[in-house]
């Protein structure tokens, strides 16, 4: 069993930049992918970025690229979500979250771990 714990999130202007950090209890294995999700109000969840924690893969949704960079600590079981010149549409809870599928996935439904979810509030 993996247990996840995101701290970082906060309020922060337009332009700005936050870094989320995730924590994992529990074996995280080479083939599994660590990723971030968001769920803005009124919104579905949605992924922002994962990576694979042997190849050290990493994989951006479009409107995130250039801006937010997904890195991971093996040493530490540690992710993290470096995110830069944010944008009102950022704002949403934050959840941390790990696959054990073999493949990456861009749906909520393949990630079977997650973090309580961190706050992240954009202001103009």
């Known amino acids: 069993q993996v247990q996840l714990v995101e701290s970082g999130g906060g309020l922060v202007q337009t332009g700005g930049s936050l870094r989320l950090s995730c924590v994992a209890s529990g074996t995280i294995y080479a083939n599994d992918f660590m990723g971030w999700f968001r769920q803005g109000p009124g919104k579905e969840r949605e992924f922002v970025a994962a990576?694979?924690?042997?190849?050290?893969?990493?994989f951006y949704t479009d409107s995130v690229k250039g801006r937010f960079t997904i890195s991971r600590d093996a040493a530490e079981n540690s992710v993290y979500l470096q995110m830069n010149n944010l944008e009102l549409e950022d704002t949403a809870v934050y959840y941390c979250a790990l696959s054990k599928s073999a493949y990456i996935s861009y749906q909520a439904g393949s990630y079977g771990f997650w973090g309580q979810g961190t706050q992240v509030t954009v202001s103009s």
């Open positions: 990576v694979n924690w042997r190849l050290n893969k990493k």
